[in-house]
């Protein structure tokens, strides 16, 4: 399997080229936190098809489309009746070597465990026809999810966003516990989320 670039350029290098073609990410993340910059990143650096079950199509479009600048991103209302047919039908039509992500995942792990775990399967399908990806936007609550170990098991590669404030300073730390096909980062990465993402080089006062 191919691996596919992230978008940031530091998890490429870290990864040998990005995550291998067919896999199933999850990006899991404090709603407080910057992580739709990651997001962002897996986006724009192929063809996507973006299902949004929280925010509106409009305000993803304008987040993720710069003035000026050509967007290969599909957008798609997914807080319907039907989430999990609405996430299918897109990845079903997934082109090659493209994305589909799911901001966020939550809506969807709400449905029966059966039946959850067969959508999850049938998405897989669809990305590994395609050669693609699958990015799960799993956002961290007081109360886990029911299914949320599902999502987890399922997944080839977990990526675990970790924002802790300390003082003056917003840390953010990406552990990578999880990688099917490659190897999982030993040390966390310490991330600087701004206005995109790029590798904190500061260093941490105890």
């Known amino acids: 399997m191919a691996p596919l670039p992230t978008g940031i350029s530091v998890l490429d290098r870290e990864f040998g080229g990005g995550i291998p ?26 063809e996507c098809r973006y299902l949004t079950t929280v925010r509106s199509v409009d305000a993803v479009e304008d987040s993720l489309t710069p003035d000026g600048e050509e967007d290969e991103t599909v957008v798609r209302d997914a807080g319907g009746d039907d989430p999990v047919a609405t996430v299918l039908d897109a990845a079903a039509e997934l082109p090659d070597g493209g994305t589909v992500v799911v901001d966020s995942v939550e809506p969807l792990e709400s449905e029966d465990r059966s039946d959850y775990g067969e959508f999850l399967g049938e998405l897989r399908r669809h990305v590994n026809e ?56 030993e040390e966390p990465l310490k991330l600087k989320l701004t206005d995109s993402v790029s590798v904190d080089t500061s260093r941490d006062i105890a």
């Open 21 to 46: 073609s067919g896999s199933v990410v999850v990006l899991k993340a404090d709603p407080a936190s910057q992580s739709e910059l990651i997001l962002d990143r897996f986006a724009r650096v192929r």
């Open 130 to 185: 395609a050669d693609g990806l699958a990015v799960l936007h799993a956002l961290k609550g007081d109360v886990p999810d029911r299914n949320r170990v599902v999502t987890e098991q399922v997944a080839d590669v977990v990526f675990d966003l970790r924002t802790t404030v300390t003082g003056t300073e917003i840390a953010n730390r990406l552990i990578v516990p999880k990688f099917r096909g490659g190897a999982a980062l």
